[in-house]
């Protein structure tokens, strides 16, 4: 009975591994195959290169259209990463100190700009920015990136604010400190890896945009994804491979050191 019970045990657990690993094959393989086809100096698609070398990337750092496409993108996930962070973190402040049952308002409002259709904020955005003079210009991006990335923030920041010790605040100051100071000092040291990781958050939901961006960026400042978009559309060049595995290595360079800290702490 022991061994037929144990075999049961093992043929479960080998089935759930492999529904698992094929779900996880299924999500990874095709963002994976990009990373060998970019090493290709040929001018077509191959998922393993007859004449490897670094040709792609060359031509990708070479362009000055891809290069000013990466240099906006840049620009304006940066621009996005201060703004949503830094407002997010506000917002997520002052709903943790808001007892009444208008706290769930405040927050699925604050919360409802990632649950509206992103075709629907686009258009409604450019109505807005066109009437204001800011389609095609950065600041038009910053400020449209920042209004999908500020909900990542204020959940993330909020998720951390309510393991927070209040105490600790009120000691501080009672002890003389003002506002700015117990922030500083106290609150934002216990809740700083989620305002990092919000960050870095609202760094890749500016730079993967590609919808919103479409309406906002006009013909002039195109950012790298919607750059990568047209050449999909109009010009499939093997180009793009390199451009996705740049993307890729950033980001996993980014996103490393915060969960090696994490996993530290």
Known sequence: MRASRRLKRFLARAM????GGSVLAF??????????????????????????????????????EWMLALLISVQAALGTTLVATTLGT??????ARIRSRWRRV??????????????????AAYYVFSQLGLVGTLAGLVLAHSV?????????????LYSFDR?????????????????????FP???LAVFGSALFSFNVSFDEVVVTLFISGV??????????????????????????LIIVTSVLMVTPLLLYRRRS
């Open 190 to 192: 216990q809740i700083r």
């Open 148 to 160: 999908l990335a500020f909900p990542f923030v204020v959940v993330l920041v909020s998720s951390a």
């Open 220 to 245: 002039r400042s195109k950012t790298l994804p919607v750059k990568v978009w047209d050449a999909i559309l109009y010009e499939i060049t093997p180009i793009l491979p390199a451009i996705s595995t």
């Open 90 to 95: 506000l917002a997520a402040l002052g709903l």
């Open 167 to 187: 105490s600790l605040e009120e000691a501080s100051k009672s002890l003389g400190a003002g506002p700015i100071k117990t922030f500083l000092r106290v609150t």
């Open 106 to 123: 405040f927050e699925a409002a604050l919360i409802s700009p990632r649950i509206v259709p992103s075709i629907v904020f686009a258009v």
């Open 27 to 64: 999500l990874v393989v095709p963002v994976v195959s990009v990373i060998p086809m970019s090493f290709s100096s040929s001018m077509v698609f191959e998922l393993i290169p007859t004449t490897p070398g670094l040709g792609q990337y060359r031509r990708f750092f070479t362009s000055s």
């Open 16 to 19: 759930l591994a492999g529904l």
